[in-house]
Structure formats: structure tokens, C-alpha cells
């Protein structure tokens, strides 16, 4: 009994290794007969042929094992698994050969209670009739099913029965294990200090907030900043309009073009002042210093940008002497052709809108008809789908047919085969038995020609370590002595001493100390040569200044003098003209206003000498805006020529 029980718990072992999803059972069942050689040929064969039943018919046993776990042993562990697999498997080939007394001895050598739980479900006529041989059917044939296995187990009933009747007595004889009164652990409390009670905390007075300020005016008004930048801003606006007016009544007559054989109009006139102002405003504000700034020291950037400026614009200003010399005129012609091209390109837009506007529609059309047709065609294709679908469905229920039968003639085969396996498991058991022992042999054999190898490289080692310990023992010369004045003598271009090296560095650093003396030297005197340069610059462009304000000087002078013209006293008498013909208007509707007054109350209206102190103020005013503006054109009129003259010095 002892033999069978170690057979079994070797197979249970082995099938705890197996795993279906991974392994194969050919390889497993090769593996496990080279780690069984060991054992006698008897065990060797039991176990392997209890092995290989229960890989072949594992999915047979684990519906039985399955479905007790899920039914009747839920309190069993995982663990005992395979030993339910076994002991289904001994039921259902091997209880024939083995016989029911020797079965019986294996299942009560195994624990009561599980074998007991086990059996009683397993033999039980309802499961083996009803859901354990619908679930073999699915696997094998029913009629292979109940002949081979159903029928067997029934007639096997009375004898199982009474087996079961057996455990269940000796589960019953079972002493329950005695409890030992063990002593109970009292627990006892710590013996710690009592912690003193908290002091109640004096309250803490409530702070008193100081009263906070209020929020100042200024934060919902517009800031100053801004009022003053609306005023600069207007100011900035009325000084550009003077100038502008002023550069326009100044302009030179060869600076307004004109057409060949045509007077002059005004339009044009008007058109070339407004193209010319933003070359006028743009010299201005290069020319323009007010007399009150302080002088700004320039830097070397500032005052070569400003002598390339004054060379620009005497460059242009010859530049446009030229052309005018030349005869340039004006563009009239390129204005009339430019605007043929753009209303033929307006056209040709317009055309091409209408183009694509009926291109548009006409895709549209296009796609409609498109989608038809692809829905027709959708239609017909889907037709042929399912006539193809038909006749698919005829020929897959023929094959199945054929299938079939092709299955059951298989499995004829197989059950033919079945028979003759075991004595071809033996076959196979020998052959490898003598080719692991062949290989047992040629691996000793290679152990020991690795040992005396290895024996050889030892004494190979030794020797060396003795040799290289009696070289260091000996003496050996650690100082050196070097003579400084001696030349290696490697062989090598340049060879020298090391005192020879050093007096040619000497030599070395003199002569880069004198190189970089020249170069400070040189330095020196481009720094001089460059300040020398600017200064030159500063006086060209000091000089440039002073002749554009004395040409300004000039040029106002002649204006004055132009001014002071008879045609002045007669625009100041067409001014009085008028001043006395609003003093009349004014003085006729006030009287109107008198009269009207003294129809509705029989007191007079009082008289209207208070109107006459502000006209006064309006005139004085208008008086003292117009002697402004007469000032800043002077201060213009004085840069402005000192900057014409310096161009022309420059130009001559």
C-alpha cells in the first residue's frame, strides 16, 4: 500500500508542475521520465502511465473537478486539485485493472472528509445521468460516452456506495481534538501620572483697530498726466500745421512739376504740396533746435551719423537738380494708364466671380447626379451581397455535413490507435533511457579532461607568481641622476637641453614684450588719428549749422522786407472795412434788441458799453496770438537757412 501511496503523491507532484496554456504534454512527460530514473522500472511505468492518462484526458476530469469546487467543495483548498484529478481518473480506466479492494486501500490512505465529499458527488447517479454526460458529449461521441464510461461507473455503484458508507463511519469514530483550557490574559492598566487640569486662559483683549483713512478724490479723477499730454499733444498738432503751411508758402517754383505746354493748376498744386510734406516736416525736425535747449555733448556714433546725413542730403538734393535740369515731368500719363489697368483688372475680377459663381453651381449639379448614381449602384451591389450571402451559407452547411463525417471517422482512428499506445510508450521509455545514458557518459568523460586541464593551467599559474616574486626580490636602482646641459639624443628634429629651453623662452617673451608694445603704440596713435577725424566732423557740422541759420536770417529778412509792401496797407483797409461793417451789424441788432425790450416793459434796457471791454480782449487777444506765431516763424525761417546754407557749402 505504502508503494501506490508514493506513486500517487510523485504523479500529484508532477501535475501540480503541468500547465495546459504553456506546455506540452509530449515535452512534460519527457521531462518527468529523466527525473524518474531513479526509480525502479515498475514505479517508472505506474507513474508515467498515471501521468500520461491524465494529460490526455484532461479536460474529461476537469469537468468533474470544476464542478465540485463549485458545488460540494467550496471549503476544499486549490491545492488538492490534482489529487481529485487522479482519483477521478483511477474511477474511471484503472478501477478494473487495480480492483476495488486496492482502490479502496488508495482512497482511505488519502484524508476522509475530502475523498468522502469527493465520491459522494462524483457517483452520484443523478450528476453522472444528467449534466457530467452532456458536458463529456460535447467533448467525445454520447455513444462512446456511455459505453466507455457511464455504463461502467453505474454497474460500479453498490460497491462505491458502501465505500462511501465506510468513510462516513470513520469520520464519525473521529475523537473531536480536546480543547486545553488555556489561561486567560487579564489586562491591567499602566500605573501613569495623572496629568494635571488646564489652567483656564485669561482672555485676550480685542485689539482696536485703527480707524482707517478715507479714500482720496484723486482716485476716481483722471490723472494730471494725462491732461497734460492732451495739451502737448494739441500743441505739438498747431506747431506742425505752421510749419507745414509755412514750408508750403516757401516752396520753390522748380519744385512743383509741370506738364508740357499746360499752365500750372491749382489741383496739381495742391497735390504735390501734400506728396512734398513729408519730406518737408521730416527736414525740419532734423534742423530744428530751439534756441532755449542746452547744447548736448555728441558721441562718435551721433556725430558720424549726422555728417553722413548732411552728405545724403546734399547727394539727393543734386540728384533732384539734376533731373529737373533733364526736363523730368510729371506723371499724368502712368496715372491715366495705371487706372485703365486697374478697371481692366476690376473686370477681369468680376468676370472671374461670375466664372466661379457658375462653376459653383453647375459642381453642384454634378455632385447631386453623383450621389444618385452611387446610391443606385449602393442598391445593386447590395443585392449581389446577399445572393452571395445565400449560396455562402448553402456550401458552409455541406461542409459541415462532410465535416462531420470526416470527424467521426477520425475519431474511429483514434480510439484504434489509443490501443496500441502503451506499447509504444515503452518503446520510447527504452530508447531514451540508452541515450541518457550514453550522454551520462560522454559528460564524465568531459569532467575529466576538464579537471586535468585545469590542474595544468594551476601549475602554469604557480610557476609564473614564483618567477615574478624572485623579480621583485631583486635590487633594484631607485635615484636617477640628470644633467641639465645634456641632450636627450632620442633621434628626434629640434633636440635641445633643458637650459638651451630655457634661455630660447627668455628670448621668447622679450620679443613678444616688444610686439606688444608696437601694437599700444599703434593704438595710440589711431585713437589720436580718429579723434582728430571727429573733430574735423564737429567743425563741418558746426560750420553747416551756422550757414543754415544765416541763410534762414536771410531768407526771413527778405520776407519782411516783402511784407512791408504797399499790398499790406490795403489788406489792413479791407480789414478795418470789415471791422466797421460787424461793428455796424452788431450795433443795428442791438438796437433791434432795445427796441424789442422796450415794447414788452416800460423801463429801458440798460445801454451796452459793458460789450465794448471784451471786444476789446478779443482783439488784444487775437493781437498777441498773431505776434506769437510771427516769432516762431522767425526762429523757423533762422534754422531753416542756416541748414540750406551748409548744404549748398558742402554741394559747392
Known amino acids: 500500500m505504502a508503494y501506490y501511496g508514493k506513486c500517487i503523491e510523485t504523479v500529484i507532484e508532477q501535475l501540480n508542475k503541468f500547465q495546459p496554456e504553456k506546455d506540452s504534454p509530449e515535452q512534460f512527460l519527457e521531462a518527468t521520465s529523466t527525473a524518474l530514473q531513479t526509480l525502479s522500472p515498475q514505479k517508472q511505468a505506474f507513474i508515467l502511465e498515471l501521468l500520461s492518462g491524465c494529460l490526455e484526458y484532461w479536460k474529461l476530469m476537469a469537468v468533474v473537478v470544476d464542478a465540485f469546487y463549485v458545488r460540494a467543495g467550496w471549503l476544499c483548498p486549490r491545492a488538492d486539485y490534482s489529487l481529485f484529478q487522479v482519483i477521478c481518473y483511477l474511477a474511471m480506466f484503472q478501477l478494473q485493472e487495480l480492483g476495488f479492494q486496492l482502490f479502496c486501500d488508495i482512497v482511505k490512505a488519502q484524508p476522509v472528509d475530502k475523498m468522502h ?11 453522472l445521468c444528467s449534466w457530467i454526460k452532456d458536458e463529456w458529449s460535447l467533448i467525445y461521441e454520447t455513444a462512446h460516452v456511455r459505453e466507455n464510461w457511464i455504463d461502467p461507473l453505474m454497474r460500479w455503484q453498490p460497491e462505491v456506495q458502501e465505500l462511501i458508507h465506510q468513510l462516513e463511519e470513520v469520520m464519525a469514530n473521529q475523537l473531536p481534538l480536546s480543547k486545553t483550557k488555556a489561561r486567560v490574559t487579564e489586562p491591567k492598566e499602566f500605573n501613569l501620572t495623572v496629568p494635571r487640569p488646564r489652567a483656564i486662559p485669561v482672555p485676550e483683549p480685542v485689539p482696536v483697530v485703527a480707524k482707517s483713512k478715507p479714500v482720496p478724490r484723486s482716485t476716481y479723477q483722471p490723472p494730471k498726466e494725462q491732461q ?23 516752396e520753390m517754383r522748380c519744385a512743383v512739376p509741370r506738364s508740357q505746354g499746360k499752365p500750372p493748376i491749382q489741383a496739381s ?7 512734398l510734406m513729408p519730406q518737408i516736416m521730416k527736414t525740419s525736425k532734423l534742423t530744428f533746435y530751439k534756441p532755449s535747449e542746452v547744447p ?25 537738380v539734376d533731373q529737373l535740369v533733364d526736363g523730368a515731368g510729371d506723371f499724368s500719363e502712368f496715372l491715366e494708364w495705371q487706372k485703365k489697368m486697374q478697371a481692366k483688372d476690376r473686370e477681369e475680377e468680376l468676370t472671374a466671380g461670375e466664372c466661379r459663381r457658375l462653376l459653383g453651381k453647375l459642381s453642384r449639379e454634378e455632385a447631386i447626379l453623383a450621389r444618385q448614381h452611387v446610391m443606385q449602384e449602393n442598391k445593386q451591389k447590395a443585392n449581389q451581397k446577399k445572393e452571395e450571402t445565400a449560396e455562402l451559407l448553402q456550401q458552409c452547411a455541406e461542409r459541415r455535413l462532410q465535416e462531420e463525417k470526416s470527424m467521426k471517422e477520425l475519431v474511429e482512428q483514434v480510439t484504434e490507435a489509443q490501443k496500441n499506445i502503451k506499447l509504444v510508450q515503452m518503446k520510447l521509455l527504452k530508447d531514451r533511457r540508452q541515450t541518457v ?5 560522454e559528460s564524465r568523460e568531459l569532467l575529466q579532461r576538464s579537471a586535468e586541464t585545469a590542474k595544468e593551467e594551476q601549475k602554469r599559474r604557480c610557476e609564473l607568481i614564483s618567477q615574478l616574486r624572485a623579480l621583485e626580490t631583486q ?26 629651453l630655457r634661455e630660447r623662452l627668455a628670448l621668447l617673451k622679450e620679443s613678444q614684450r616688444r610686439e606688444e608694445e608696437e601694437k599700444r603704440d599703434q593704438i595710440i596713435q589711431g585713437k589720436r588719428a580718429r579723434s582728430q577725424e571727429l573733430q574735423n566732423r564737429m567743425e563741418q557740422i558746426s560750420l553747416c549749422r551756422a550757414a543754415m541759420g544765416r541763410s534762414a ?19 489792413d483797409e479791407r480789414v478795418l472795412e470789415l471791422q466797421r461793417k460787424v461793428e455796424e451789424k452788431v450795433a443795428e441788432r442791438r438796437r433791434k434788441q432795445a427796441t424789442l425790450k422796450s415794447w414788452g416793459r416800460p423801463r429801458p434796457a440798460p445801454t451796452s458799453p459793458a460789450a465794448r471791454p471784451q471786444a476789446h480782449q478779443e482783439q488784444q487777444h487775437w493781437r498777441d496770438l498773431q505776434q506769437s506765431r510771427e516769432r516762431r516763424l522767425r526762429t523757423l525761417q533762422l534754422s531753416t537757412s542756416a541748414a540750406g546754407h551748409g548744404r549748398r557749402q558742402e554741394a559747392a
Open 117 to 127: 465529499k469527493f465520491l459522494g458527488f462524483f457517483f452520484n447517479p443523478l450528476n
Open 228 to 250: 497734460l499730454l492732451e495739451m502737448a499733444k494739441r500743441f505739438n498738432r498747431w506747431k506742425a500745421e505752421e510749419l507745414l503751411l509755412q514750408a508750403n508758402i516757401e
Open 269 to 275: 498744386k495742391k497735390k504735390l504740396q501734400l506728396q
Open 296 to 320: 548736448v555733448k555728441l558721441n562718435t556714433a551721433a556725430i558720424l551719423r549726422e555728417g553722413s546725413l548732411y552728405q545724403q542730403q546734399v547727394e539727393k538734393e543734386l540728384q533732384r
Open 437 to 441: 545514458q550514453e550522454v551520462m557518459e
Open 475 to 500: 635590487p633594484m636602482r631607485k635615484g636617477k641622476l640628470v644633467d641639465l646641459t645634456q641632450i636627450p639624443g632620442y633621434g628626434l628634429e629640434g633636440e635641445m637641453s633643458v637650459v638651451e
Open 553 to 571: 536770417a536771410l531768407r526771413w529778412e527778405e520776407k519782411k522786407a516783402r511784407s512791408a509792401a504797399p499790398g499790406v496797407s490795403s489788406q
